[in-house]
């Protein structure tokens, strides 16, 4: 069984970077693939991007291209997900998520809040 | 990417069986067998009930079933029961550069 436990909530302001952290457990960290999803206040799921940590292969949603980006440490078994040039529409909590076929496991959520 | 299409909001009865939809283009839910089905109950992280169109995990009810015809997927929640009350979204497969999209989102109450 995957866990997935992300780092805390954050305040961040607006122009500022926000680096979220996701350690796995369980399972063989590098054979994951790791994504990133968020959810405003009140709205849906926004795909991001993801990671092949044993490739090191990153993509990501052409919305964030720019200013998202995830990388892992195969060494912690973490995972990262850094957004640049905040701004209030940012403020969500953001989810990792490991996913493929019937293994779907996420992480409990963190809320980063973007306000001056 | 546009995000997959589904109505905001779906209800029904207890017993009662609803179906939701969710339309996407040739580009994504119409070219792959890939769609996922999500529930999501309030300040919790979502739970996956459906893979690949119409698998379901172990632990997921029977009373959950996926399809897809042409452009549009959909997932079947029958025998309605309180605890079914969410919101639920679909994701689709989109192809080596935009990878995966997610739909709008539908509320179901049971009533």
């Known amino acids: ?116 | 990417q546009s995000a997959l299409t589904q109505p905001a909001s779906v209800s029904g009865s207890p017993g009662q069986s609803i179906t939701i939809s969710c339309t996407g283009t040739s580009s994504d839910v119409g070219s792959y067998n890939l769609v996922s089905w999500y529930q999501q109950h309030p300040g919790k992280a979502p739970k996956l009930m459906i893979y690949e169109g119409s698998k379901r995990p172990s632990g997921v009810s029977n009373r959950f079933s996926g399809s897809k015809s042409g452009n549009t997927a959909s997932l079947t929640i029958s025998g309605l029961q309180a605890e079914d009350e969410a919101d639920y979204y679909c994701c689709s497969y989109a192809g080596s550069s935009t990878l995966e999209v997610f739909g709008g989102g539908t509320k179901l109450t049971v009533l």
Not at chain 1, 17 to 43: D, E, H, L, M, N
Not at chain 1, 65 to 74: E, F, L, S, W
């Open chain 1, 1 to 116: 069984q995957v866990q997935l436990v992300q780092s805390g909530a954050e305040v961040k302001k607006p122009g500022s970077s926000v680096k979220v952290s996701c350690k796995a457990s369980g399972g063989t960290f590098s054979s994951y693939t790791i994504s990133w999803v968020r959810q405003a206040p009140g709205q849906g799921l926004e795909w991001m991007g993801r990671i092949i940590p044993i490739l090191g292969i990153a993509n990501y949603a052409q919305k964030f291209q720019g200013r998202v980006t995830i990388t892992a440490d195969k060494s912690t078994s973490t995972a990262y997900m850094e957004l640049s040039s905040l701004r209030s529409e940012d403020t969500a909590v953001y989810y990792c998520a490991s996913k493929g076929g019937a293994e779907n496991y996420w992480g409990q959520g963190t809320l980063v809040t973007v306000s001056s």
